[in-house]
C-alpha cells in the first residue's frame, strides 16, 4: 500500500511537472489608456505620458489574456501581431474574432510555441494611432541572462485620426505646409528646379513625400526624450516600430548596431552604422555600453521632421549624427524619371529588390553629402544582409501556387489597393493546406509599403538561398519587385495581408488568404455580414468643402466621395442683383484604374434678372441669366494636373470646361483657375492662414473682383 502510493505521487508529481504554464494578464481598454495587469506586475497604464503595457512570456507558456473593454460607446479588438496561432485568436474584428463590445470582457487563450520581440495592437479603425498597443515579448526557455531594453517607436499627433484620415482623402496639402514640404514654385524657382516641378505635374503626380502625415512627437516607450544608465557592457535593444505610418532611420553615438534578430526571428549578426525600420517591424539589436559617455541612441524619422532619444552609460553626453533635410527637388526628379505620363512606375524587375539598391542614397543625396568624411563609407542595413542561422527551405515535392501582386494606389484620391482593386473590390485568394506559396509583389506606387501576413512567417528570398530570412513584414521601396514564400502550414482560417501603413490598410490595401473549405468561426454569426463590415473600412464616404465669403459674392463647392463615386456641388452666389446665382450638382463614378476618368449625371441651374444668352464658342447660344438643365459628362484629368470638363445638357449644347486648382505659388499661397467654352471664368488666390481658413481674393466674370475669407473645411 505505501509503495503504491509512493509511486502515485512520483507520478502526480510527473504530471505537474509537464503542465501547460498559464500566464494570464488583464487588459483594460478606455478611450485614452490601455491598463494592464497579472499576478507578478503592477498595473501600467498607458495614455501618451507613461510607457506602454509589455506583456512577458516564455516559449512554452500558454497565454490567457483578458481584454476588457470600459470604453462608454466603442467596439475595440487587439491583434496579437507575429504570433502563430489558431486562426479564431488572431484578432481581426469580423474577420477572424468577433469584436470586444463597449462594457464587456473578452478572452483569448494560446500556446506560446515560438520566441522573440513582437508587439500587439487594435485593429479596429483608427485606435491604433491613439495608442492602443503594447510589446509582446518572448524569452527563451533556459536563456542565458543579457540586459536588455524595450524600445517602442511611435508617431504621436494631437489631431483627431480621423480628420487626418479624410484630409488625406481629399488631398490637402496641409501636412505638407507643416512639414515645409509643399515644393512650390518659389522653392523650385530658388533651387533650379521649374522644369522639374513642371514634369512632375505633367506626368500628373502630386508634389512628393516620404510620409504622408505631419506628427507633433516621436517617441519612445511613449515619451519624446529619455535616459537610461547601465553598467558597462553588451545592451540587447529589443526595437519595435508601433507607429501609424512614420518609419524610422536608427543610429547610436556609441558606435555600431549589431542586428541579431529581425521580426522575431534570428538571423546571423550583422552590424551596421545605421538601419531603417519599417512600419511594425521589429529588431533585436545588440550595443556596447561604456562608463566614459552617456551614448544618445536616435529614432529619426524618415521625413527629418523630428526625432525621439534613448541615452545609455555614463560620462558625457555624446549625441548620434544627424540626418539632413530632405532635398525634395532631388527625389522629384527621380521618381520623373521612374514614371510615365499616367504617373505609372517603370517596372525595373528583380534589378530593385530586397532594398540592396539604397533608394536613400538616390532620393535624397543629403546622406551622402555630410560634413563628415566618413559618411560615405557607412554601413546601412539592407534585407539582403540577413541570413537566417538555420535553413528555412520549404517542404519539398509538394505543389507551389505562384501569384504576382502588384502594390497599386492614386495619391490625388488616396485610394492604396493591389492590382487596382481595394480589399472590398477583391476575391479572397484561396490556398490549400500543405501547399507552398510563391508571392511575387512588384510596387509600382510611390510609396513605401510594409506588407505584414498574418499568423505565418515568409522566407524573403535573398543571395543567401536556404538561409534566407524569416520575416512576417516586408518594406517594399517604390519601383522595388521582391519574391516572399512561405508554407500553408495552417489547417484553416483566413489570414489578413496588408499594408502596415494604418491609412494604407484602411482606404482598402489588402487581401484575404483563406484556406480552402474553412469554416468561420461560429462566434462572428452571419459570416457574410460579418465579412461586409471588413469591407466597409475602405468603403467609406469622406467630406470636404470650401466656402468663399467675398465681398462680391460667395463662391465653393462640395464633395462627398469615396473609392469609386463622388458626390459634388459648385455654386456661385453674387450679392449684387445683376450677378446672378448658379449651382452645379453632380453625381458620379470614377471608371478607371488611375482614376483619372469620371463620368456623372447632373442639373446646372442658374438664375438672374434679365433673359440675356451669350454665344459660346462652337456658335451655341447658351443662356446667361437663367438655366435650368440636366447633364451628362465626363471629367478627365489631363497632364499637368489640368481637370477637363466635357458635357452635353438636355438641350443637345457642348461645354468644355478647364479647372486647375491649388496651384502652390509658395509655402503659404495657393492659385486656383477655370474657363469654359461659354466664355465664363475665374480666377482665385489664397493667403492659407490655417487649416481652416485663407484670405481669399477672387475675379469672377460675372461678379468682378472680390476678396474676403475661405473656409475650408
Known amino acids: ?10 507520478i502526480l508529481f510527473a504530471l505537474n511537472a509537464n503542465a501547460e504554464k498559464v500566464v494570464r494578464y488583464d487588459l483594460f481598454v478606455t478611450d485614452t489608456i490601455i491598463k494592464i495587469k497579472n499576478k507578478d506586475a503592477h498595473a501600467i497604464a498607458i495614455n501618451g505620458q507613461v510607457p506602454a503595457p509589455t506583456l512577458v512570456f516564455t516559449e512554452g507558456d500558454t497565454a490567457e489574456i483578458y481584454v476588457h473593454n470600459e470604453m462608454e460607446m466603442h467596439e475595440t479588438s487587439i491583434h496579437w501581431h507575429g504570433l502563430i496561432l489558431p486562426n479564431s485568436e488572431d484578432g481581426v474584428p469580423y474577420l477572424t474574432n468577433p469584436p470586444i463590445k463597449a462594457k ?23 485606435q491604433e494611432q491613439i495608442g492602443m498597443y503594447g510589446a509582446f515579448i518572448i524569452n527563451k526557455r533556459n536563456k542565458d541572462y543579457v540586459p536588455e531594453q524595450i524600445i517602442l517607436l511611435s508617431d504621436w499627433t494631437t489631431e483627431n485620426p480621423h480628420n ?15 512639414k515645409k514640404s509643399t515644393q512650390n514654385y ?9 522644369g522639374t516641378k513642371i514634369e512632375n505635374e505633367f506626368k500628373r503626380l502630386l508634389p512628393m513625400d516620404v510620409s504622408d502625415v505631419y506628427y507633433e512627437e516621436f517617441r519612445i516607450n511613449n515619451n519624446n526624450y529619455n535616459e537610461k544608465k547601465v553598467k558597462k557592457g553588451k545592451l540587447k535593444l529589443r526595437i519595435i516600430n508601433g507607429s501609424s505610418s512614420t518609419y524610422f532611420w536608427l543610429n547610436y553615438a556609441g558606435g555600431k548596431l549589431t542586428v541579431v534578430a529581425n521580426d522575431g526571428m534570428d538571423v546571423e549578426p ?24 552617456i551614448n544618445e541612441f536616435r529614432a529619426t524619422a524618415e521625413d527629418r521632421t523630428g526625432f525621439a532619444s534613448f541615452y545609455f552609460g555614463n560620462g558625457e553626453i555624446k549625441k548620434a549624427k544627424n540626418f539632413g533635410k530632405l532635398k525634395y527637388f532631388e527625389g522629384m526628379k527621380m521618381m520623373n524619371d521612374m514614371t510615365n505620363v499616367n504617373g505609372e512606375m517603370n517596372d525595373m524587375g528583380m534589378e530593385m529588390s530586397l532594398q540592396q539598391m539604397d533608394m536613400n542614397n538616390v532620393m535624397y543625396p543629403e546622406l551622402e553629402q555630410n560634413d563628415s568624411v566618413e559618411t560615405t563609407e557607412l554601413t546601412t542595413l539592407n534585407y539582403n544582409m540577413l541570413k537566417s542561422p538555420v535553413k528555412t527551405t520549404l517542404p519539398e515535392n509538394v505543389k507551389t501556387s505562384i501569384y504576382h501582386l502588384k502594390l497599386t494606389g492614386n495619391m490625388n484620391r488616396y485610394v492604396w489597393s493591389i492590382d487596382d482593386k481595394t480589399l472590398s473590390e477583391s476575391d479572397k485568394i484561396i490556398i490549400k493546406q500543405g501547399e507552398n506559396i510563391r508571392l511575387i509583389i512588384n510596387n509600382s506606387s510611390m510609396m513605401r509599403h510594409p506588407m505584414h501576413l498574418h499568423g505565418h512567417f515568409f522566407r524573403v528570398i535573398n543571395g543567401y538561398g536556404e538561409y534566407s530570412p524569416l520575416k512576417n513584414v516586408l518594406d517594399i521601396m517604390p519601383m522595388e519587385t521582391d519574391t516572399i514564400e512561405f508554407n500553408a502550414s495552417e489547417n484553416t482560417g483566413d489570414w489578413f495581408f496588408h499594408c502596415h501603413i494604418l491609412y494604407h490598410m484602411m482606404s482598402g490595401m489588402g487581401r484575404i488568404f483563406s484556406y480552402e473549405n474553412t469554416i468561420p468561426n461560429p462566434a462572428l454569426g452571419n459570416h457574410h455580414d460579418a465579412l461586409e463590415k471588413v469591407y466597409d473600412d475602405d468603403r467609406r464616404y469622406y467630406i470636404h468643402s470650401n466656402v468663399g465669403i467675398e465681398y462680391n459674392g460667395s463662391d465653393g463647392e462640395f464633395i462627398y466621395a469615396n473609392t469609386r463615386n463622388e458626390l459634388s456641388a459648385d455654386w456661385r452666389m453674387g450679392f449684387r442683383k445683376d450677378n446672378g446665382q448658379e449651382l452645379e450638382a453632380h453625381l458620379g463614378r470614377y471608371l478607371d484604374n488611375k482614376q483619372f476618368l469620371l463620368l456623372y449625371a447632373g442639373v446646372d441651374i442658374r438664375f438672374g434678372n434679365a433673359a440675356l444668352e451669350r454665344e459660346s464658342l462652337f456658335g451655341q447660344l447658351s443662356a446667361i ?34 479647372d486647375k486648382s491649388d496651384i502652390a505659388i509658395n509655402s503659404n499661397i495657393r492659385l486656383s483657375m477655370n ?12 493667403y492659407i492662414i490655417n487649416n481652416y481658413i485663407s484670405f481669399s481674393m477672387n475675379y469672377d466674370s460675372e461678379m468682378k473682383f472680390g476678396a474676403g475669407l475661405t473656409f475650408t473645411y
Not at 464587456?104 to 483608427?126: A, D, E, R
Not at 474657363?675 to 489664397?686: A, G, L, P, Q, V
Request: hydrophobic share 40%; proline share 2%; net charge neutral.
Open 1 to 10: 500500500m505505501k509503495t503504491s502510493y509512493f509511486l502515485l505521487l512520483v
Open 104 to 126: 464587456s470582457t473578452y478572452k483569448f487563450k494560446f500556446p506560446i510555441v515560438q520566441n522573440g520581440t513582437y508587439w500587439y495592437h487594435s485593429h479596429t479603425m483608427l
Open 164 to 178: 487626418i484620415e479624410r484630409l488625406l482623402h481629399n488631398a490637402s496639402d496641409w501636412f505638407g505646409l507643416k
Open 186 to 194: 518659389v522653392e523650385a524657382y530658388e533651387e533650379k528646379h521649374i
Open 270 to 293: 550583422v552590424e551596421v552604422d545605421r538601419m531603417i525600420i519599417s512600419v511594425a517591424e521589429t529588431y533585436d539589436v545588440i550595443i556596447d555600453v561604456d562608463e566614459i559617455n
Open 625 to 658: 441669366s437663367r438655366r435650368e438643365v440636366i447633364c451628362v459628362g465626363v471629367i478627365y484629368k489631363l497632364p499637368l494636373l489640368v481637370n477637363m470638363n466635357v458635357r452635353f445638357d438636355q438641350n443637345g449644347k457642348l461645354r468644355f470646361q478647364f
Open 675 to 686: 474657363w469654359n467654352t461659354d466664355y465664363e471664368f475665374r480666377i482665385k488666390s489664397k
